[in-house]
């Protein structure tokens, strides 16, 4: 059975390469399973989607714990503990990353001891401050890279899939995926079906005793604010939210009030915004009245940031 699993942020398209992805495999006759799984449904925030491909019924259900493929849309993932990149796999496992990095220096990084594969990142992708939508592109290299998808199944999927949104939509997610699908040409065939899990094996878990704590004490750890301050959710983001002071007129109960995590606290009646916390949601820079909040792509904040450090430990 093939396990694949695409890992990207919402918007980028992995529903829809699940869809094309089991759609060919369909085509080529096989039984399938294909399903996405997200949390935060906001774009930008992790989500993965899987697809499951046998000659014979399915009987597996729930998430794939021990993929065959991966394939990362966006590399910046690949850090992220609640994205789950990297849950599960062994060295059976092929990773395929989306990335302008070489294979090399993700090689290097991981550890990993089976296969990494890049898919090439377009220059215009890596110069845009929004999402490139990519999920045509990461179904065309996985169906090649089974080698058991033909491009006729893939181009027939990708037609069925996305025939409601029109025929400018379908010819470039079209040329998209069957530029990854050539690109991963001499790697065909190189994922290989992962074995049937055994139950034979299987212990019932024993049970464990859980003391009951009054409400007064353990409510707040479920229900109240501020209990996922380990939690850096400023992972997520792909754009920052950055204030202008210059701009700002200090009313600061307007974006402290809208943002949804709290993540703009108020110090001396002006906002400060705690980027570990803040996901880019950008519902600040719409509410602040004085146009004092832009937002910036994360990746150029980050490189000012290094700038800025650089100078300053070059001043001192």
Same mark, same amino acid.
């Given at each position: 059975?093939?396990?694949?699993?695409?890992?990207?942020?919402?918007?980028?398209?992995?529903?829809?390469?699940?869809?094309?992805?089991?759609? /060919?495999?369909?085509?080529? #006759?096989?039984?399938?399973?294909?399903?996405?799984?997200?949390?935060?449904?906001?774009? +930008?925030?992790?989500?993965?989607?899987?697809?499951?491909?046998?000659?014979?019924?399915?009987?597996?259900? +729930?998430? %794939?714990?021990?993929?065959?493929?991966?394939?990362?849309?966006?590399?910046?993932?690949?850090?992220?503990?609640?994205?789950?990149?990297?849950?599960?796999?062994?060295?059976?496992?092929?990773?395929?990353?989306?990335?302008?990095?070489?294979?090399?220096?993700?090689?290097?990084?991981?550890?990993?001891? #089976?296969? %990494?594969?890049?898919?090439?990142?377009?220059?215009?992708?890596?110069?845009?401050?929004?999402?490139?939508?990519?999920?045509?592109? $990461? =179904?065309?290299?996985?169906?090649?890279?089974?080698?058991? %998808?033909?491009?006729?199944?893939?181009?027939?999927?990708?037609?069925?899939?996305? =025939?409601?949104?029109?025929?400018?939509?379908?010819?470039?997610?079209?040329?998209?995926?069957?530029?990854?699908?050539?690109?991963?040409?001499?790697?065909? +065939?190189?994922?290989?079906?992962?074995?049937?899990?055994?139950?034979?094996?299987?212990?019932?878990?024993?049970?464990?005793?859980?003391?009951?704590?009054?409400?007064?004490?353990? /409510?707040?750890?479920?229900?109240?604010?501020?209990?996922?301050?380990?939690?850096?959710?400023?992972?997520?983001?792909?754009?920052?939210?950055?204030?202008?002071?210059?701009?700002?007129? #200090?009313? *600061? *109960?307007?974006?402290?009030?809208?943002?949804?995590?709290?993540? %703009?606290?108020?110090?001396?009646?002006?906002?400060?915004?705690?980027?570990?916390?803040?996901? +880019? $949601?950008?519902?600040?820079?719409?509410?602040?009245?004085?146009?004092?909040?832009?937002?910036?792509?994360?990746?150029?904040?980050?490189?000012?940031?290094?700038?800025?450090?650089?100078?300053?430990?070059?001043?001192?």
């Amino acid at each position: 059975m093939y396990r694949i699993r695409f890992h990207g942020r919402g918007g980028q398209g992995m529903k829809t390469a699940s869809r094309i992805l089991g759609t /060919a495999f369909f085509l080529e #006759g096989y039984e399938v399973q294909d399903a996405p799984r997200y949390g935060a449904e906001r774009r +930008g925030a992790p989500i993965f989607a899987y697809v499951r491909a046998d000659r014979a019924p399915i009987n597996e259900r +729930g998430i %794939i714990r021990h993929p065959d493929l991966v394939i990362v849309a966006d590399d910046s993932l690949v850090p992220v503990p609640a994205a789950g990149v990297l849950a599960g796999i062994t060295e059976h496992t092929l990773m395929l990353i989306n990335s302008a990095e070489k294979e090399e220096v993700w090689k290097e990084r991981l550890n990993h001891s #089976g296969t %990494i594969l890049t898919l090439p990142v377009a220059a215009e992708m890596i110069k845009k401050a929004e999402l490139p939508y990519v999920g045509a592109a $990461c =179904a065309g290299a996985a169906a090649c890279l089974t080698g058991v %998808i033909t491009e006729a199944s893939l181009e027939q999927a990708i037609r069925e899939e996305l =025939a409601e949104l029109g025929a400018a939509v379908v010819e470039k997610n079209l040329h998209n995926a069957l530029t990854a699908y050539q690109s991963m040409a001499p790697h065909a +065939g190189q994922v290989e079906e992962g074995s049937l899990v055994s139950a034979d094996g299987y212990q019932v878990p024993d049970w464990i005793d859980l003391p009951f704590d009054d409400a007064r004490i353990s /409510a707040p750890t479920i229900h109240a604010a501020a209990t996922s301050v380990m939690v850096k959710t400023g992972l997520w983001r792909t754009q920052r939210p950055v204030i202008d002071y210059d701009r700002c007129k #200090g009313c *600061w *109960w307007v974006c402290s009030s809208y943002c949804p995590d709290g993540a %703009i606290n108020v110090v001396d009646a002006m906002p400060v915004i705690d980027y570990d916390h803040c996901k +880019g $949601c950008m519902v600040c820079v719409a509410q602040c009245p004085s146009h004092a909040i832009e937002a910036i792509p994360e990746k150029q904040a980050q490189a000012m940031e290094e700038e800025a450090s650089l100078a300053t430990g070059e001043a001192t």
